[in-house]
């Protein structure tokens, strides 16, 4: 039976710190759609102290936050966006359009349509998050989205030249230096000087994932991401300090993101809280990652693999990554989780900055219905029909019938019954049973 060594805070406390989020986005979000630019340029300025004369960066800002970045950091950003690309590119390859004679005249096919346009979101107040342009925009790219608007909040007084170079380089249409609920509402709703989309995408704090979720339906959107959570499991093939750092790289992500370990080892999970506390006292980012782990950090002991299967299946973890003797056991067992991490060979910070796979992943237990971002979140799959015979009409009509009258539908029935009587020279009664 699983055994806690370490636990969070109660859910109580999780469900009051929800609560006034969703009640600020809800004023917030109101706000914007009465007062749209002016709602905007308020809330900049007082969240961010951000206000310029226009939010969208022309083409000459573009060229002079680019031009600030070393040759090095370009490189390295354009090698990142190759590797998301090219997984981007073969995961598209895998969805095909179909066309099939289902009866003999009657063909069923559907295709693959590009959304029109899409605001990502790429988030920058603690942490400059460059790597999530990669994930939004070059991924939608790849699918065929005509219009990409992407926004970040200001970074030290204006916009950041990395996360700026990221966006344009990445394929971007308009850019916009603008952070937070304000950011993702103005995308999403419009204003004056922003046309809306269709769907927002991107991580972001706990603010901006609740502000998509309460936008969903009025736009679509890829999935709720946010804040950070990763799931370490791991036996005795590997070692505390490994672990550690593995649960470190997430936790600084924010003071909310869960940082879990759940191992068969008691050894090793005794190891590891002693390693992450000796690293806490050297990691420059230890305010962070200190409260994270105080507050949202858990280690749970397991009797056996099977246990830990079903442990990961129920936390749902955004990340998990899996560091045990035979790491495929989990790859072929667990149903619950963003995505995986097979092996001490790689980790988490991989999937996040550079090794191709999409770093936008469910989380708070979303990984239960869906998968991370693809590019087949950007693509619309369409269903068409077309009856080429007049035997082939009279047939589905005559069922179509049958099954309406059954439902109480006159109307629906009426629709099949027209072209029984004119494609098959039945006598059909009106609003009754082809029968």
Same mark, same amino acid.
């Given at each position: 039976?699983?055994?806690?060594?370490?636990?969070?805070?109660?859910?109580?406390?999780?469900? =009051?710190?929800?609560?006034?989020?969703?009640?600020?986005?809800?004023?917030i979000?109101?706000?914007?759609?009465?007062?749209?630019d002016?709602a905007v340029?308020?809330? *900049?300025?007082?969240?961010?102290?951000?206000s310029?004369?226009s939010?969208?960066?022309?083409?000459?800002?573009?060229?002079?936050a680019?031009?600030?970045?070393?040759r090095?950091?370009?490189?390295?950003?354009?090698?990142?966006?190759?590797?998301?690309?090219? !997984? &981007?590119?073969?995961?598209?390859?895998?969805?095909?359009?179909?066309?099939?004679?289902t009866?003999?005249?009657?063909?069923?096919?559907?295709?693959?349509?590009?959304?029109n346009?899409?605001?990502?979101?790429?988030?920058?107040?603690?942490?400059?998050?460059?790597?999530?342009?990669?994930?939004?925009?070059?991924?939608?790219?790849?699918? $065929?989205?005509?219009?990409?608007?992407a926004?970040?909040p200001?970074?030290?007084?204006?916009?950041?030249?990395?996360?700026?170079?990221?966006?344009? @380089?990445?394929?971007?249409d308009?850019?916009y230096?603008?952070?937070g609920?304000? &950011?993702?509402?103005?995308?999403a709703l $419009?204003?004056?000087?922003?046309?809306?989309?269709?769907?927002i995408?991107g991580?972001?704090?706990?603010?901006?994932? %609740? =502000?998509?979720?309460?936008l969903?339906g009025r736009?679509?959107?890829?999935? @709720?991401?946010?804040?950070?959570?990763?799931l370490?499991? &791991?036996?005795?093939?590997?070692?505390?300090?490994?672990c550690a750092?593995d649960?470190?790289?997430?936790a600084?992500h924010?003071?909310?993101?869960?940082?879990?370990?759940?191992?068969? *080892? %008691?050894?090793?999970?005794?190891e590891?809280?002693?390693?992450? %506390?000796?690293?806490?006292r050297?990691?420059?980012?230890?305010?962070?990652? *200190?409260?994270a782990?105080?507050?949202y950090?858990?280690v749970?002991?397991?009797?056996?693999?099977?246990?830990?299967?079903?442990?990961a299946?129920?936390?749902?973890? %955004?990340?998990?990554?899996?560091?045990?003797?035979?790491?495929d056991?989990?790859?072929?067992r667990?149903?619950? /989780?963003?995505?995986l991490?097979?092996?001490?060979?790689?980790?988490v910070a991989?999937?996040?900055?550079?090794?191709?796979?999409?770093?936008?992943?469910?989380?708070?237990?979303?990984?239960?219905?869906?998968?991370g @971002?693809w590019?087949?979140? !950007?693509?619309?799959?369409?269903? /068409?029909?077309?009856?080429?015979t007049?035997q082939? *009409?009279?047939?589905?009509?005559?069922?179509?019938?049958?099954?309406?009258?059954?439902?109480?539908?006159?109307?629906?029935?009426?629709?099949a019954?027209?072209r029984?009587?004119?494609?098959?020279?039945?006598?059909?009664?009106y609003?009754q049973? =082809?029968?």
């Amino acid at each position: 039976m699983a055994r806690h060594l370490k636990r969070g805070i109660d859910a109580g406390a999780i469900k =009051a710190a929800d609560t006034k989020v969703r009640e600020t986005v809800e004023t917030i979000l109101a706000d914007i759609e009465t007062r749209r630019d002016v709602a905007v340029r308020e809330l *900049s300025q007082r969240l961010d102290h951000w206000s310029p004369e226009s939010f969208r960066l022309t083409a000459q800002e573009i060229e002079r936050a680019i031009a600030g970045l070393a040759r090095r950091d370009l490189d390295d950003i354009r090698f990142a966006q190759a590797q998301v690309r090219n !997984f &981007a590119e073969k995961q598209k390859a895998t969805l095909l359009d179909l066309e099939v004679e289902t009866l003999p005249g009657v063909i069923l096919g559907h295709r693959h349509i590009p959304v029109n346009s899409i605001g990502c979101y790429v988030p920058g107040g603690r942490y400059p998050m460059v790597a999530s342009a990669h994930m939004s925009i070059v991924t939608a790219k790849v699918a $065929g989205v005509r219009r990409i608007i992407a926004c970040a909040p200001p970074f030290k007084g204006g916009p950041h030249p990395a996360i700026v170079a990221a966006m344009h @380089l990445g394929g971007a249409d308009e850019i916009y230096v603008l952070g937070g609920v304000q &950011a993702v509402a103005a995308m999403a709703l $419009g204003t004056e000087t922003i046309a809306p989309v269709a769907m927002i995408v991107g991580p972001g704090n706990a603010y901006v994932a %609740e =502000a998509k979720r309460r936008l969903f339906g009025r736009v679509g959107i890829d999935l @709720l991401a946010g804040p950070t959570e990763t799931l370490v499991i &791991a036996d005795e093939t590997v070692d505390g300090e490994i672990c550690a750092t593995d649960l470190l790289g997430q936790a600084e992500h924010g003071p909310t993101s869960p940082a879990i370990l759940l191992t068969t *080892s %008691e050894k090793l999970a005794r190891e590891t809280i002693g390693e992450v %506390e000796r690293l806490l006292r050297i990691l420059p980012t230890a305010d962070t990652a *200190s409260q994270a782990w105080a507050d949202y950090g858990e280690v749970i002991v397991c009797d056996d693999d099977d246990e830990m299967v079903r442990e990961a299946d129920r936390i749902a973890s %955004e990340h998990v990554q899996v560091m045990t003797r035979d790491p495929d056991y989990f790859l072929t067992r667990m149903t619950n /989780y963003g995505s995986l991490f097979l092996g001490p060979r790689t980790n988490v910070a991989y999937g996040d900055k550079v090794i191709g796979t999409n770093h936008t992943l469910p989380t708070r237990k979303a990984a239960r219905y869906t998968g991370g @971002l693809w590019v087949g979140k !950007f693509l619309k799959t369409c269903t /068409y029909q077309r009856v080429l015979t007049d035997q082939a *009409s009279a047939l589905v009509g005559e069922y179509c019938s049958r099954l309406c009258v059954l439902e109480g539908f006159s109307a629906h029935a009426e629709q099949a019954n027209v072209r029984v009587r004119r494609y098959g020279g039945r006598d059909v009664a009106y609003a009754q049973p =082809a029968v």
